[in-house]
């Protein structure tokens, strides 16, 4: 049974087009990350939220965690090709000591 | 510096090899991962170690057998391997275990064929 629910599982767009990603769990967790993923290589960390309600911005990505910690959305403002990689969320439920749970993956693709 | 570093990048070893993958992170990191990764799916965790010590053991079968000398380092030691261990190996680190809200970063990974 998968802890986060992230949804789509894939998406692709065309350069411009603004984009969501969700992540969804019925468990509350203690902080939420978002990676990029590039074939080949590792998880590149893109953001972590701690605190209900948080929003955090980075450049055209707006980060969002739940009032009640059980949610987080990415949304991507006028996507550009470099954004194309695997989106994943990870959470750290209450007491995990060291099991960050992840979700399936979104895989985006945005074309020229 | 948020730098995992991971050796060797790609790694193609017979069944019957012995073979190690090395990480070493110089964050002052008192937490470390290794997770496996197959292609589309999300890194799976497989030891923890937290402040030296083995924390956690994902039932992990015993021909893989990780190894931290100390706490700027770990190991992964394999041994009689499968084809279906053939994966990205991914090491990672937190300055203290994840639950108590602490950021893991990950390391580029290696890519493992077990042939």
């Known amino acids: 049974t998968q802890l986060l629910e992230q949804s789509p599982q894939f998406l692709s767009i065309q350069e411009g087009e603004n984009l969501t990603v969700y992540c969804n769990s019925s468990s509350v967790f203690s902080s939420l990350q978002w990676y990029r993923q590039e074939p080949g290589e590792g998880p590149v960390l893109l953001v972590t939220?701690?605190?209900?309600?948080e929003v955090k911005k980075l450049k055209r990505l707006t980060f969002q965690f739940g009032d009640a910690r059980k949610d987080s959305s990415l949304h991507i403002t006028a996507a550009q090709p470099g954004d194309t990689g695997l989106y994943l969320c990870?959470?750290?439920?209450?007491?995990?000591?060291?099991?960050?749970?992840f979700g399936a993956g979104t895989q985006v693709v945005v074309t020229p | 510096d948020t730098e995992v570093t991971q050796t060797p990048k790609h790694l193609v070893m017979g069944m019957t090899n012995k073979k190690s993958l090395k990480c070493e992170q110089h964050m002052g990191h008192r937490a470390m991962y290794w997770y496996k990764q197959k292609a589309k799916k999300p890194p799976e965790l497989m030891f923890v170690y937290s402040y030296e010590k083995l924390s956690i053991n994902e039932s992990v079968p015993s021909r893989f057998s990780p190894e931290c000398p100390n706490s700027s380092l770990l190991n992964l030691h394999l041994h009689a391997l499968q084809p279906e261990d053939s994966a990205l190996y991914l090491c990672?680190?937190?300055?203290?275990?994840?639950?108590?809200?602490?950021?893991?970063?990950f390391g580029e990974g290696s890519w493992l064929t077990v042939v």
């Open positions: 990870a959470g750290a439920p209450r007491d995990s000591w060291g099991k960050l749970q």
């Open positions: 939220v701690v605190t209900g309600g």
């Open positions: 990672a680190s937190s300055q203290d275990t994840a639950g108590q809200g602490n950021t893991i970063y």
